[in-house]
């Protein structure tokens, strides 16, 4: 059964990759020559050939969806630390409960960002005809289902001796 | 000779202090600290705070200047000052009456407060020290916003928000962990007093007895009840590293 405990593991590792690029990379909305991120805007507008980038507005909003990113990081973080705590000193025929509910409630956090930003993006940011969601906003989307499936598989586990 | 020594030790004092007085002559100035900018909301009151540093003993003859110079004008009008150990608060200006002198030289305090803070006073402040014989140093400016209310600081929200939901997640797992750890123990002493009673029942009378002992406590049932429910949801349950569901009875 060692394929399917690294099969969790590559899953788990997996989630948080995604979870990292998501929050990291400047890729939520792009324009032409424009995008924009949770952290801040740039821009090869203004000055040709130049990239120019400024922090983000300090909108109540566009905070509380950095605030769902990191926390869904630091849940799927202590989640894959808690698995490993958890696969020592777990009893026999238990199930790896608190490593579960740590990983569904990272892929709730993500989806609430997610959303929260789907819905107010205009707040701090003008709409336009050529706006569209990047790849990083994507990446995020696809986090959820994927934690909230690692998450489930945790709970139904079963630690085996 | 000796007048060739008494020209090199001469010439060698003089270059060591020369050399003291370029390199040692930049700190022997007084340095003015204020902040960057204030934000402070209308009608409320707020505290331009002035601190120095200087190389003497605070003199008598200290004195401290506050200089304002509105958002769109390029004056510069003196509110303040204080010499001779006393201070003297614009009376006749646009600070008239609403200004508090709150600092103190001798310990290199020289802040003042403003109330009921109005539009017109943004622009710029600029506190000024001298304190004989040290004189030679750069003030400092504070700029002063005045706001309908006070913007959040960058940040606060996002604090916020990721500390409380941290803090709510510990506390549910502590009381969860307490709680399991409370009922495993009142779990324990049962089956404790159980076989206690049972061994008792035993040795008073026959096998009717510990029949009767096996159904008459209630708490056993349900603890019998609790491990049935647990070997109907193992059937149930899905996949998972093992089989050895029958090995755990």
């Known amino acids: ?161 | 000779m000796t007048s060739l020594g008494a020209s090199w030790s001469g010439s060698s004092v003089l270059l060591v202090l020369l050399f003291s007085v370029l390199v040692l002559s930049p700190t022997l100035a007084i340095h003015v600290y204020t902040h960057r900018e204030i934000h402070g909301t209308v009608g409320s009151h707020i505290t331009l705070s002035c601190s120095f540093w200087s190389s003497e003993w605070i003199s008598e003859d200290i004195s401290i200047t506050w200089h304002f110079q509105p958002e769109s004008s390029r004056d510069s009008i003196t509110i303040f000052h204080y010499a001779k150990g006393q201070p003297y608060i614009d009376d006749v200006g646009t600070f008239k009456e609403r200004m508090e002198w709150v600092g103190n030289p001798y310990n290199k305090d020289g802040s003042i407060v403003i109330h009921n803070l109005q539009y017109t006073d943004n622009g710029t402040f600029t506190c000024d020290v001298k304190n004989p014989p040290d004189i030679v140093g750069k003030s400092s400016q504070v700029t002063l916003y005045v706001f309908e209310k006070v913007p959040t600081r960058y940040g606060m929200v996002l604090g916020s928000i990721i500390g409380g939901v941290l803090l709510l997640v510990l506390l549910v797992v502590v009381i969860a962990y307490l709680i399991r750890y409370c009922w495993l123990r009142r779990q324990a002493a049962l089956q404790r007093r159980l076989s206690a009673m049972e061994k008792g029942k035993l040795q008073r009378a026959g096998k009717d007895s510990s029949k009767r002992g096996r159904q008459a406590p209630v708490l056993y049932a349900m603890l019998d009840h609790s491990r049935s429910t647990k070997a109907v949801s193992e059937k149930k349950g899905k996949g998972g590293l093992g089989d050895s569901r029958k090995d755990k009875k």
């Open chain 1, 1 to 161: 059964m060692l394929v399917l405990l690294l099969g969790i593991i590559v899953l788990h590792v997996a989630v948080l990759v995604l979870l990292f690029v998501s929050t990291i990379v400047s890729q939520w909305l792009v324009g032409n020559g424009h995008t924009a991120d949770l952290w801040q805007n740039c821009s090869s507008l203004h000055v040709p050939s130049a990239f120019q980038c400024q922090t983000s507005s300090t909108n109540e909003w566009l905070q509380s969806v950095q605030a769902m990113m990191i926390l869904s990081i630091i849940f799927s973080v202590l989640s894959l630390f808690l698995f490993f705590c958890q696969l020592f000193t777990l009893t026999k025929g238990g199930r790896f409960y608190i490593t579960g509910i740590f990983q569904i409630l990272a892929g709730l956090c993500v989806m609430s960002g997610a959303a929260i930003f789907t819905v107010r993006y205009t707040e701090w940011q003008i709409p336009s005809d050529d706006i569209s969601f990047g790849f990083a906003y994507i990446l995020a989307w696809v986090a959820f289902p994927l934690a909230a499936i690692s998450g489930v598989i945790y709970i139904i586990l079963r630690k085996r001796e």
